[in-house]
Nanobody, 127 residues
Framework: QVQLLESGGGLVQAGGSLRLSCAAS????????MAWFRQAAGKERAFVAR?????????YYGDSVKGRFTISRDNAKNTVYLQMNSLKPEDTAVYYC???????????????????WGQGTQVTVTS
């Protein structure tokens, strides 16, 4: 069982930056692949980024955030991060942290692949 708690959301102007954090409970955090998803009002939950388990050597990004967002993890702190730069109004959404027990799957961009979810944190980008 893993419990996830996101933080770091807020209101920011276009072009600005935010760093989201997701703190995980449990002693097996490093054995989970971790991801960020987002859900804008009236839209489906969408994949943002994923980092592999253990050392996090493999990272994957959604097309809309490539080059602007960076996912990272600190296993000593049981925390995964999402550094968001060059934010745009279309990045406005609730951002969710998720954990996956599988090492790697082709469906890593699908929300149904993930076993545990946080409650989400709101990010609002103004123009």
């Amino acid at each position: 069982q893993v419990q996830l708690l996101e933080s770091g959301g807020g209101l920011v102007q276009a072009g600005g930056s935010l760093r989201l954090s997701c703190a995980a409970s449990g002693r097996t955090f490093s054995s989970y692949a971790m991801a960020w998803f987002r859900q804008a009002a009236g839209k489906e939950r969408a994949f943002v980024a994923r980092i592999s388990r253990w050392s996090g050597g493999n990272r994957y990004y959604g097309d809309s955030v490539k080059g602007r967002f960076t996912i990272s993890r600190d296993n000593a702190k049981n925390t995964v991060y999402l550094q968001m730069n060059s934010l745009k109004p279309e990045d406005t959404a609730v951002y969710y942290c998720a954990a996956d027990q599988a090492a790697w799957v082709p469906s890593y961009h699908s929300s149904g692949e993930y076993d545990y979810w946080g409650q989400g944190t709101q990010v609002t980008v103004t123009s």
